[in-house]
């Protein structure tokens, strides 16, 4: 590998290869895209949170001029989809219960959007309503209402873990606590909403769509109307931030758009409404953990038992996904000998529970390191001495089989340990009373190049244009993370070129390889083997080319600077445009065409014991925050984060600030400010005015510093930059908070009236 300093591209800050067109305006999102006769689709949503449909009259609606179609659930034909074929329960448009409240009901095709929604206000349902459930606990207990007539207790997904022995390990700690605690539903907060535009015509289905991951919307559209998949075409606008949750997933709108427009045959296009977003999309479980943990008086882990109980929501959807990540990654980042763990993901009849950055990892991680923290505090041991002391370093393997070659854990801590903001967080007061100051730390990790059940690699196909420029084909999406300057970088530091010789082309899944998706942090590691291996295949038959015009060997042929030469041999050297050329030129026809594909190369996954790595490698993140208290009014204002994170090497260190700081104020917001307000399902803040998210007056400043461990698994040893942020930022801010008032939160958000509330309490409590 070569010397960073080497580097020509890689590890520089290039600015993103999007950036333009995106400040100008030339980038088109789904919802910019129109075509010639187009339809609009709007959705008819149930107005209560349980019931069974009766009946649904849609003549009134049909008869209403500029109505071109009108579809219910039976015409799906009772279809279902969702992430492991036996938990497929979720229709396209309710058939015979709504499960939660705005569930789509039926959907309608105008002439435009206006006649669309007054026809949606013509169908006439007729309901019975049905008792609801909407505690998670209370959903488990005997004679709850069930969700599913035929499914025992409402449990949606179980999920367990045994590793050592548990019991054993708590007898022998000098110190065993047991705590609740609670996550707050929220959801991914983009502002661009769920957008696309059908075709259905002779080649079969092309669907311009805001999709995370194109490919799962490709192979459900293909299963609901029973199509080949090369009658199925997905092509991707620019993509408004995903962040997991709905866009990482297929919707009613498009499944509603694309039988709609095999109706009328015209194009079809819906755009969801941020209302529609706050109320029915994907959101982050909402979690109960009931965590035991033991310590021995030198602060010792030795062992640890978790029980989650998480909120699904009306139907599965990716839900055992989430509640295997919930337990295998909580063998990181501190040694943990003995270890059990028992999940639960129930069915209520709340909006649907799913993936958000951070997936699964974000709820026990923030239980366990608080937990932590407190039996630090009450066996009088430094809180950073104790993480220190449990802390995984490379090489280990933990109790569940999963292999870390590489982790930064412990300098990142040793990092902030060494700061003046925590050396001196004892000694600083603020002097404008009844302000109180407080700093808190946290070291988590997270998984990198995440794997799932079925289809896992990233492909990626590179054709040399005879100019010396290069097209680029990928399956992963950029989805607003950059990752697509990085891929770009990738093959640009192979070929020796620079960024501008490339051009990536946007994903359409009848010309670009097939791809897992982008989630889990997936697509710098794995799309980037990819596009690094198609690069080095471009290169290795440029080079027998070059060898055999020079007459040396290829291992002898070097491409930097845009020029092809030999080793130690000035004079035999060549512009890439002019090698291109003779490489284009040296056969009737001939096409340079690179390939490469991501490979695991470690054990297999036993996803139903969580043993075995669900990642390629292990992210670790170190994170200090401070913050401000007013004493008085309970309210919190964060003032600085320091982010230490081991993210291998950074290869394109201005996306890996920019993603650092994204998930930590998207942690900031789940810490402190972000929560669905519910009431038997319905969803009471459902805008942005009401629905608390930072703004940039609420941001910190965050520095990053970047650990480098240079991992062996992925290119150039890179690991995930984009989600250890949000599963470190919300301890280390309940962790100053607490060092501010004295009191732990087990509850998140931490809001200004439990603060209030809380210390009332103590102040009770003292008299």
């Not at 459930?133 to 209370?138: A, C, L, S």
């Not at 009431?679 to 609420?698: A, E, I, Q």
Request: proline share 5%; charged share 25%; glycine share 8%.
């Amino acid at each position: 590998m070569k010397k960073e300093h080497e580097y020509s591209v890689i590890g520089k800050r290039i600015p993103r290869i999007d950036g333009r067109v995106k400040v100008t305006g030339e980038a088109k999102y789904a919802a910019d895209y129109a075509l010639p006769g187009m339809l609009w689709c709007k959705i008819l949503r149930s107005p209560f949170a349980h019931a069974r449909i009766k009946h649904i009259d849609t003549s009134r609606a049909a008869k209403l001029p500029g109505v071109k179609a009108v579809i219910t659930g039976k015409d799906f034909y009772g279809w279902r989809w969702g992430w492991m074929p036996k938990t497929r329960d979720e229709a396209p448009l309710a058939d015979d219960k709504v499960r939660y409240l705005a569930e789509a009901v039926a959907a309608v095709a105008a002439v435009d959007e206006d006649t669309a929604e007054e026809a949606t206000e013509l169908i006439q349902v007729e309901y019975e309503e049905l008792p609801g459930v909407f505690d998670p606990e209370e959903t488990m207990k005997e004679g709850a209402p069930k969700v599913y007539d035929h499914i025992p207790n409402n449990l949606s997904w179980e999920f367990h873990m045994d590793f050592g022995d548990v019991e054993k390990a708590f007898r022998e700690s000098d110190l065993v606590r047991e705590d609740r605690f609670e996550t707050g539903r929220v959801i991914t907060g983009y502002l661009e909403p769920p957008a696309a535009v059908a075709l259905w015509d002779s080649s079969g289905i092309t669907i311009w769509a805001a999709k995370q991951s194109p490919y799962f919307v490709y192979r459900h559209l293909a299963a609901c109307f029973n199509l080949p998949l090369n009658k199925i075409r997905i092509i991707q606008p620019f993509i408004g931030g995903g962040f997991g949750g709905t866009k990482n997933d297929s919707l009613a709108g498009d499944f509603c758009a694309c039988l709609m427009s095999r109706m009328t045959r015209k194009p079809v296009k819906f755009v969801y409404s941020m209302e529609e977003v706050l109320m029915t999309c994907r959101r982050r479980h909402n979690m109960i953990i009931l965590n035991k943990m033991g310590m021995k008086k030198d602060g010792t882990i030795t062992g640890m038992h978790s029980r989650v109980i998480a909120d699904g929501g009306g139907h599965t959807a990716i839900g055992p996904l989430t509640m295997y990540l919930t337990g295998f990654m909580s063998t990181l980042p501190y040694k943990l000998p003995n270890f059990k763990h028992d999940a639960f993901r129930v069915f209520t009849n709340n909006p649907i529970g799913a993936a958000m950055r951070g997936h699964g990892v974000t709820h026990t991680r923030f239980a366990a390191e608080i937990q932590m923290e407190m039996m630090a505090e009450e066996l009088g041991l430094d809180p950073v001495e104790v993480r220190l002391k449990n802390a995984v370093t490379a090489p280990h393997t933990t109790i569940n089989k999963v292999t870390v070659d590489s982790c930064g854990l412990t300098e990142g801590l040793q990092t902030l340990r060494d700061r003046p903001e925590w050396r001196s967080k004892d000694n600083k007061k603020s002097t404008h009373d009844p302000i109180s100051h407080g700093v808190g730390i946290s070291g988590t990790a997270y998984l990198s190049g995440a794997r799932q059940r079925g289809h896992q690699s990233c492909a990626a196909v590179i054709r040399l244009c005879e100019d010396g420029t290069i097209d680029y084909l990928t399956g992963a999406t950029d989805c607003g993370q950059g990752s697509d300057t990085v891929l770009v970088q990738i093959i640009a530091e192979e070929l020796g070129l620079q960024v501008e010789d490339i051009d990536i082309k946007r994903v359409d899944t009848a010309l670009t390889p097939c791809d897992a998706g982008s989630y889990g942090s997936r697509v710098t590691v794995l799309a980037g083997e990819a596009a690094q291996k198609a690069a080095q295949d471009v290169k290795r038959q440029l080079a027998e080319i070059a060898a055999r015009n020079w007459k040396v060997s290829p291992e002898e042929i070097a491409f930097r600077n845009n020029r092809v030469y030999v080793e130690g041999s000035p004079d035999l050297a060549m512009s890439f445009e002019q090698m291109a050329k003779v490489a284009s030129y040296s056969g009737s026809g001939a096409v340079i065409l690179g390939r490469g594909y991501s490979q695991y190369g470690i054990e297999e996954l036993d996803f139903d014991r969580g043993e075995g790595n669900g990642g390629t490698a292990y992210s670790f993140t170190s994170q200090l925050s401070e913050v401000d208290v007013d004493t008085e009014t309970g309210f919190v204002k964060c003032t600085n984060m320091v982010i230490a994170h081991d993210c291998g090497k950074p290869l394109s260190p201005v996306n890996v600030e920019a993603q650092n700081q994204g998930a930590a104020v998207q942690g900031l917001g789940q810490a402190m400010y972000e929560v669905f307000k519910m009431d038997k399902g319905k969803t009471l803040n459902p805008n942005l005015v009401d629905y608390k998210m930072p703004l940039s007056m609420d941001t910190p400043k965050i520095e990053i510093i970047d650990i480098i461990t240079d991992d062996p698994h992925g290119p150039y040893g890179a690991k995930e930059a984009s989600e250890g942020a949000i599963v470190s930022t919300p301890p280390s801010i309940i962790s100053a908070i607490h060092d501010a008032t004295g009191i732990w939160f087990k509850e998140q958000p931490v809001t200004p009236e439990k603060i209030v509330m809380a210390l009332k309490d103590k102040q009770m409590n003292k008299k």
